[in-house]
């Protein structure tokens, strides 16, 4: 458990929202406020804070002033200023800064500093962002709940005895306490948008090939994807347009011109068709969830979309097969991880094989040696049939399911989550019930469609619900101009 710090018991508001970003942007250029005075603010407020929410592993404070005081140089010269000039933003930890811890919240990559930077890291900078820092994730984004970080868990700064979701619990929960005016995470089955959903934030699930993975380091790699959190729909579609885009490193990145998704995302949402999935509002979603998201779908309703029930009948099947073909992808991607290459060696090895065994022994964490275990298993000789191939066909069949739905609507809304933030401590006995409630996530994850989870009111104790807005492949802009409506009517 992260330690309580004196702070706690300040004035400070945990909860608070960061100040868009175009509007931090044009103090900066207009010469009325300094990125590296902004950017220390935003160290002053993680001081304070971060020893509550464990929302930071490590900062990069060199490089983001130093980044900082040339964004200042330009605009005292008057030059013109990129998108995210000095916009403080933070980075998950399983995206490689070069000379700058990167972990994936392991203990197996602790002391491991790469050589170079991530696709999006370089993007981000090149745009004018300062990178702040690393924040904390599950162990190689393995989870739901940010417990199964190797560096303790985060705390939701809007009820510190609940997890902030996972696995970018640190990502969603800095921007949600304002410690960055926006993050990068990644979603494989749901780690951008259900953590974004806990902390009553944006997070954005692009279409797979959308953003350049080079320099992830890999879950499931037919699976994962980085994004985008922000306080507000609109600056989280600004940066996906700087972080979006085919890269030559990334073979699976797709040519597809980026739009303007800011821009995109300022049309009214009016004649919209909206699905809505009768499979995502069955047994196991929370009453006060339900009320909050039929809230959201009433603000739709208001702001002239057309709504429509849809059937997803395969959606039962979709947690079983998704936690068959991340955990295969998973055994194969974390056998580079020896003691050998990266990180951490177990000092216990008088053997080759010794040590190979004694540092993944001492570098894994319980729910990473489950999914090798299970992965391997799902793989091996015998089994493959029955269960990796068939997860795959299932994985089609959902696929095509979803096909069929955007034939019929533009965008189909859920909830992010049957549930809102739970305890810590609350499920970590319990895997299969973590994985359970990835229920809504992993379909569109499986199907490699966009999405959007928007903050949709929260239940009577004030907990954050999120609403999922869910769009066909490269149609980023329609599902940012649906959370938006969703946004702006303030449910
Ligand atoms: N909760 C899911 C899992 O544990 C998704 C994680 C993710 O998207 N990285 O696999």
Do not use: W
Not at 68 to 90: E, N, S, T, Y
Request: aromatic share 6%.
């Amino acid at each position: 458990m992260a330690p309580l710090a004196s702070g706690a018991r300040t004035a400070e508001a945990l909860t608070e929202r960061p100040t868009p970003l175009a509007a931090l942007r044009q103090e900066i250029a207009g010469r009325r406020t300094k990125a590296s005075d902004l950017a220390s603010e935003y160290y002053a407020r993680i001081e304070r804070k971060n020893p509550q929410l464990n929302a930071f592993l490590s900062l990069t404070k060199e490089r983001a002033l130093a980044q900082a005081a040339r964004i200042d140089a330009l605009a005292a010269r008057g030059d013109p200023l990129p998108v995210l000039a000095g916009i403080p933003i933070a980075v998950k930890d399983v995206l490689v800064m070069q000379g700058a811890p990167s972990t994936a919240g392991s203990k197996i990559l602790q002391g491991y500093r790469p050589p170079y930077d991530a696709t999006v890291v370089k993007r981000l900078e090149a745009a004018g962002a300062v990178l702040l820092g690393k924040t904390n994730c599950d162990e190689f984004a393995m989870g739901s709940s940010n417990e199964n970080s190797a560096y303790g868990p985060v705390r939701n700064p809007a009820d510190t005895e609940r997890v902030p979701g996972g696995s970018s619990g640190g990502s969603a929960a800095a921007v949600a306490a304002n410690l960055a005016v926006a993050a990068l995470g990644t979603d494989t089955g749901g780690s951008i948008r259900q953590p974004a959903s806990f902390c009553g934030v944006v997070g954005v699930l692009p279409t797979y090939g959308r953003v350049s993975r080079y320099g992830l380091i890999a879950f499931a790699s037919s699976l994962d994807r980085i994004g985008p959190f922000a306080g507000n729909v609109r600056d989280a579609a600004t940066v996906l347009g700087v972080i979006g885009g085919h890269d030559p490193c990334d073979a699976t990145s797709v040519r597809a011109p980026v739009e303007d998704y800011a821009a995109a995302s300022d049309k009214p949402a009016e004649g919209l068709r909206i699905g809505v999935p009768a499979e995502y509002f069955a047994e196991g979603l929370d009453p006060e969830v339900r009320a909050a998201v039929e809230r959201g779908i009433g603000a739709l309703k208001e702001a002239g979309c057309i709504l429509k029930p849809v059937h997803l009948p395969h959606t039962k099947y979709a947690v079983p097969a998704y936690y068959l073909i991340a955990t295969a992808e998973a055994s194969a991607n974390l056998a580079r991880f020896d003691g050998v290459r990266y990180g951490y060696r177990s000092p216990r090895s008088e053997t080759l094989a010794g040590m190979y065994s004694h540092s993944r022994d001492e570098g894994f964490g319980a729910e990473v040696k489950r999914r090798i275990l299970l992965g391997t298993y799902a793989l091996s000789a015998g089994y493959y049939d029955a269960y990796y191939r068939k997860a795959q066909q299932v994985r089609r069949i959902l696929a095509e399911e979803f096909l069929r739905a955007f034939a019929e609507v533009d965008a189909l809304v859920t909830p992010t989550s049957p549930v809102p933030a739970f305890r810590l401590g609350e499920k970590t006995d319990d895997p299969v019930s973590m994985y359970l409630a990835d229920i809504y996530t992993v379909t569109a994850s499986l199907a490699g469609i966009c999405g959007v989870s928007v903050p949709c009111g929260a239940t009577p104790a004030g907990l954050p619900v999120g609403m999922q807005v869910l769009a066909m492949h490269l149609r980023e802009s329609t599902a940012f101009r649906v959370a938006r409506a969703v946004e702006a009517a303030g449910v």
